[in-house]
């Protein structure tokens, strides 16, 4: 069974920084690709940035240019550099990692980012 492990979220000041990190247990393969979504309260789920395993990448364009995502595929990490953080983007952070581009795709517990302004 995967397991995802979600690290890094906290309370930042507006213009600051931080860094989510998503540990994935259970599985030998590198997964085909692995996303970080968010949520805010009353709002939808929404994808906030998607690496494949080639290294392609795509971002909402509220964070493009903010954020960064990248991997570690021997590690079977993703990791989300977030700067300049905003008070919008507050919201709980969730890593999504997809086994083939068809399914199976599973989910982290979520991790909590405030930004005060």
């Known amino acids: 069974q995967v397991q995802l492990v979600e690290s890094g979220g906290g309370l930042v000041q507006a213009g600051g920084s931080l860094r989510l990190s998503c540990a994935a247990s259970?599985?030998?393969?590198?997964?085909?690709?692995m996303a970080w979504y968010r949520q805010a309260p009353g709002k939808q789920r929404e994808l906030v940035a998607r690496?494949?395993?080639?290294?392609?990448?795509n971002y909402a364009d509220s964070v493009k240019g903010r954020f960064t995502i990248g991997r570690d595929n021997a590690k079977n990490t993703v990791y989300l550099q977030m700067n300049t953080l905003k008070p919008e983007d507050t919201a709980v952070y969730y890593c999504?990692?997809?086994?083939?581009?068809?399914?199976?795709?599973?989910w982290g517990q979520g991790t909590q980012v405030t930004v005060s302004s």
């Open positions: 999504n990692a997809l086994v083939f581009a068809w399914g199976p795709d599973y």
């Open positions: 259970g599985s030998t393969l590198s997964f085909n690709a």
């Open positions: 690496i494949e395993l080639g290294d392609n990448t």
